[in-house]
């Protein structure tokens, strides 16, 4: 059954805002790191009784504004990728200075080939193949390429068939594999609308030779997000107010999927690395654990809107752009748009902040 996980509404002169903002101007030793260190910086130190927890400094690397968007980072964590002015931009993390920007050109139809095209989604390499880090773009004209960070150059191209990616996250457990959302053609005289739009959730294997496997999981409409288990057993997509968790039954192709319609506006999504949780984060603040992840929890058939148990983390006041678990769970990371960083113990409910990070953290 569902365990209730509201709490009463924050006004301006609440004891919850006032202590919001108290969090925010006297933050909490220690600092904590952006991704690359992030995971580090929450792991207990060995042989230390009484848990602290290891602790690195918070450096800027950039001033001014790059992208809106959230950034992605290499497997090894020295560089970060963005899409900037339809060109892919390589950073490098130690002091933010551009290794490269790599203009995409469209491919496909002959009118509009050699034109810039816009970059969907972006994903590094997990493989690191012979030495080269390396990152995935999927673009508007259907197109995946694979490109070789430091030199700039083009290693392989691949043609999507029934669409573009707009969202994509790599398969934890299999090399050159990504669960997408595939954008459907909108029908005919049809106005561009992208809370309606048709998507087919995919999990899709790009071949040495150019090739393409398909396998279609699932169809949504209005996606704005996806995420995927680190066992690629489970994927999860949401719209504004909906979200979907499917089953992807190894061996037998069965996908099971279960849908929820939500009061809240979804803002992410993050699954838990070792216990069956999905965290949803939404507009009003609110991180909430689903315990959902277990065909034990939601059966092996279809369901809607089937009653969870659930229960909340609330300290932000405003929307939660994202979360992030540290490997062992026991540690999480939020943020949003007051740009404070929250790191939550989440054995002991303690909570630490990094404050007045000056704009909205995306991720």
Known sequence: MDVDDTSPQDTVTSGAQR????????????????PAAAAAATQPIEGDEDDT????????VSGGTLTHDAVVFSSDSSLFFLAKDNALAVYNVENAEIIQSI?????GKKKMAGQATTIHA?????????G?????????DSSARLWDADTGCLVSEWRLPGGSAVYAEADPTRINAFYCAMRQPAAK??????????????RIT?????????????KMTGVVGLCVRGD???????????????QVRGGSGQVVQHTWSMTERVSTLAFHPAEPVLAVGDWRGRIVFWHCVDEQLVGIQPTTDLQITRNSHHWHAHRVNSVAFAESGTTMLSGGEEGVLVLWQLVTGSRSFVPRLGSDIMG
């Open 19 to 34: 202590r919001r903002n108290k969090a925010a101007n006297n933050p909490v030793e220690p600092t904590v790191a952006p």
């Open 53 to 60: 927890y290891r602790t690195v400094d918070l450096k800027r």
């Open 103 to 107: 203009a995409i050109k469209h491919i």
């Open 122 to 130: 972006i994903v590094a390499d997990p493989s690191q193949t012979e």
């Open 132 to 140: 080269r880090r390396g990152v995935y773009t999927f673009c508007a």
């Open 189 to 202: 005289n049809q106005r561009p609308n992208l809370d309606k739009a048709r998507y087919m959730i995919s």
């Open 206 to 218: 790009l071949v040495d030779d150019g090739s393409v496997q398909t396998e279609a999981l699932f």
């Open 232 to 246: 690629s057993e489970w994927v999860a997509a949401y719209s504004k107010f909906r979200v979907v968790l499917a």
